[in-house]
């Protein structure tokens, strides 16, 4: 089973931020949460992972709460590229393996 | 950097044929490959994970003897979909990490998967 959930669907306004929230609850101290994105009929891409600080990079910013139960992945200025669906994933305990939750369908509205 | 090739995109094959689907990380050595599938509308599915010079690993429900993985380098890793029926039509997906040690954390990348089709 996953270890993350997150909301089926979101819409943002074109321009304006968007904010995908992920609880992982069960997540262990030295799991990272990595953050991808699928575009219809294309392979996930990867956007930005995190341990506990936050993380930006050129795609989003990534905020982790302090207990780590939960994140926000940040698009700051959302297109209708940035339409896909959003996969947040832990991995399982003492693997490389992804399980993939159902992730959340953003769509950015001109 | 970080860029996995996968091949080919398409394929539409009869029943009963056997189709090879090629994975390749480009830029970097990858130790350990997995193999995905989606059904539409659907999450990505893990299948198995395969790792250079060594059997896979088979996740639960996923026959090993239909769906026949090699990795025979750094670089490469096929599926073999052996004797396909029109219910292994779906969107095959690899992903490739590579490295160890002080990379143990970095992410998979994933190629952009292999829609096949049998009629």
Known sequence: DA???????MDCAEGRAANLPCNHSTISGNEYVYWYRQIHSQGPQYIIHG???NETNEMASLIITEDRKSSTLI????????TAVYYCIVRVTGTYKYIFGTGTRLKVLA | GAVVSQHPSRVICKSGTSVKIECRSLDFQATTMFWYRQFPKKSLMLMAT??????ATYEQGVEKDKFLINHASLTLSTLTVTSA?????SFYICSARGGQGAGTNQP??????TRLSIL
């Open chain 1, 3 to 9: 270890k993350t959930t997150q909301p089926p669907s």
């Open chain 1, 51 to 53: 341990l506990k600080n």
């Open chain 1, 75 to 82: 698009l700051p200025h959302a297109t209708l590229r940035d």
């Open chain 2, 50 to 55: 395969s790792n250079e010079g060594s059997k």
């Open chain 2, 85 to 89: 029926h029109p219910e292994d039509s």
């Open chain 2, 108 to 113: 998979q990348h994933f190629g952009d998967g």
